[in-house]
């Protein structure tokens, strides 16, 4: 069984602040790792994610995350947040088979 | 690019009818997935899909089920909708090629029962 938990439900930040958007998994076996966005009334779309290799990954739009496996960690960060940021964030895990864990969602706020 | 199309962005129904939500995709994946999202709740999974006309039970299957006949398709049906099934129900897709395990979200259909 896989799990993950996101630590914060929102997070408000003030434009240009750096963010960091906590998530821990729990997992019996090796997993892939993902960071997904939802902007307003639309579906998730693929953020980053970590299959192997570098445990630090980027995304286009300068977010990054790093796989801590000794802290079964993933947390997504951004030196300097833009309004357009604005967003729920969902960190998930899934198994080889390709089935995916979710967790809460974490709403990301930035304030001019 | 991957395509995820669902039939409807909103739907109201009347309690007890029963209530087809369809999904298609354009990229010849093997996965199918259900989710419905809840606020606090993230999103939960109600049934998934390997390949055609397989089918295996989610974390929340109860009141729903699902058809694959087609490996682009993938319905969701309500059999008889009541109030606790409003809700976003989003669908996705994702391909076992090239270690790839990402999914693809349609744009989610909001379901109003009342």
């Known amino acids: 069984a896989q799990s993950v938990t996101q630590l914060d439900s929102q997070v408000p930040v003030f434009e240009e602040a750096p963010v960091e958007l906590r998530c821990n998994y729990s997992?019996?076996?090796?997993?892939?790792l993902f960071w997904y966005v939802q902007y307003p009334n639309q579906g998730l779309q693929l953020l980053l994610k970590?299959?192997?290799?570098?445990?630090l990954v980027e995304s286009i739009n300068g977010f990054e995350a790093e796989f801590n496996k000794s802290q079964t960690s993933f947390h997504l960060r951004k030196p300097s947040v833009h309004i357009s940021d604005t967003a729920e964030y969902f960190c998930?895990?899934?198994?080889?088979?390709?089935?995916?864990?979710f967790g809460d969602g974490t709403t990301l706020t930035v304030k001019p | 690019d991957v395509k995820v199309t669902q039939s409807s962005r909103y739907l109201v129904k009347r309690t007890g009818e029963k209530v087809f939500l369809e999904c298609v995709q354009d990229m010849d994946h093997e996965n199918m997935f259900w989710y419905r999202q809840d606020p606090g709740l993230g999103l939960r999974l109600i049934y998934f899909s390997y390949d055609v006309k397989m089918k295996e039970k989610g974390d929340i299957p109860e009141g729903y089920s699902v058809s694959r006949e087609k490996k682009e398709r993938f319905s969701l049906i309500l059999e008889s909708a009541s109030t606790n099934q409003t809700s976003m129900y989003l669908c996705a897709s994702s391909t076992r090629l090239y270690n790839a395990y990402e999914q693809y979200f349609g744009p989610g259909t909001r379901l109003t029962v009342t």
């Open positions: 970590y299959l192997s290799g570098s445990t």
């Open positions: 998930a895990v899934s198994d080889y088979a390709g089935k995916s864990t």
């Open positions: 997992s019996s076996v090796s997993v892939y």
